[in-house]
């Protein structure tokens, strides 16, 4: 038994997402062998740990096939790649990979709901996320999570970050009395996000959220001029007016030179808590139709489901509130479908630049 034999039975192990072998990825980060027990460490685009067990299956199933291979155990690492080069005039955020902009064309669509449940569910899963709540007017953020705080600063006079349910959260909300209206014009709204983004102490982050105001106007604009996103989110409602805004939002974040990640159908259809009946009452597949239009990915459909909204008025989101159920799971798989998308994007720009990837170590 020789580790280039492991290494050419792993030649048939491929990460679905990118399209690729493990070796030719060089996820294959190191090789052990005593006797018949082979040891195999492999690295992994995301955290997911479904895509994590399947990997494992599939390594395992790949070396206890060569003769002589009594044991196979096998472990994971995670490095989350950065989609963003950075560009000029705008530096990489300190401290965090991946920049995501989760936004609507129209109010009323539950995008905070989306990002608040979106970052509780990457977390979940084991990635290191931060929430940036970009809301000026109306930041919501600290409600949803059933947050009261006051920002302070580090030794190196950043913010420090609030904490709750593992994730890092920034908002007006924590620097306004409750009821005070924020009555700014562009420019002030301009320097609150640069402020927000650059003079946060952010920790390690894979995935900042930045839950974006509704519309195409200030906000936006000073996103892309500050930081390089690694790309947006645009959240809809099936019925036509809301779609046709969603549109307008995909294109804004285009000619921003932001990569779009794709279309989420919020609200896509009623279930009865009482008999789990489904009803569509604002239409069907209106959100899909749509990013196959514009040529986007479409990250899947969310339901109207009364306790999302229950939890998002009490400041315990879904994902923490119901963990097995329907609501929980749909945006469990949107965290899934938004970090392969991250990682598929990251792929292309490493193959596209032709990036120098180190090779492994065997033993």
Request: hydrophobic share 45%.
């Amino acid at each position: 038994m020789t580790s280039e034999l492991v290494l050419d039975a792993l030649k048939g192990v491929t990460d679905p997402d990118l399209g690729a072998d493990l070796v030719s990825l060089k996820f294959v980060k190191d090789i052990t062998i005593d006797g018949g027990r082979v040891a195999v460490a492999i690295e992994m685009a995301t955290p997911s740990p479904a895509k994590r067990d399947a990997m494992i299956a599939g390594v395992r199933e790949a070396v206890a096939a060569l003769p002589g291979v009594t044991d196979v155990s096998v472990t994971t690492s995670v490095v989350v790649k950065s989609v963003s080069a950075p560009e000029h005039g705008k530096p990489p955020l300190p401290g965090v990979k991946n920049v995501i902009a989760v936004g609507a064309g129209k109010g009323g669509v539950g995008k905070t709901t989306v990002s608040v449940n979106l970052a509780v569910a990457l977390a979940k899963s084991g990635a290191r996320v931060g929430i940036l709540d970009g809301d000026i007017y109306g930041p919501n953020v600290p409600i949803m999570l059933g947050l009261q705080a006051q920002l302070d600063s580090d030794e190196n006079k950043k913010i420090r970050p609030a904490e709750k349910y593992g994730i890092q959260i920034v908002s007006m909300g924590f620097l306004t009395q409750e009821e005070a209206p924020v009555i700014w014009r562009g420019p002030m709204l301009h320097s609150a996000i640069q402020q927000f983004c650059r003079d946060v102490a952010w920790k390690d982050l894979d995935y900042l959220v930045v839950d974006m105001p509704p519309g195409t106007g200030d906000v936006a604009l000073s996103l892309s001029q500050t930081v390089p996103a690694a790309g947006a989110i645009v959240v809809t409602t099936p019925q036509q007016v809301s779609l046709a805004d969603s549109r307008r939002a995909v294109r804004m974040y285009q000619k921003l030179k932001i990569p779009t990640l794709g279309l989420v159908e919020n609200m896509s259809f009623y279930e009865c808590t009482n008999c789990n009946h489904t009803a569509d009452i604002f239409g069907h597949g209106g959100g899909e139709q749509a990013a196959y239009q514009m040529e986007i990915p479409f990250l899947g459909r969310l339901p109207l489901y009364q306790p999302i909204r229950v939890g998002s008025d009490r400041g315990i989101p879904l994902v923490i509130a119901e963990p097995d159920s329907a609501g929980t799971k749909a945006f469990t798989d949107l965290a899934e479908a938004v970090m392969t998308q991250l990682a598929i994007n990251a792929h292309k720009a490493v193959l596209a630049n032709k990036g120098k990837i180190p090779l492994i170590q065997v033993k």
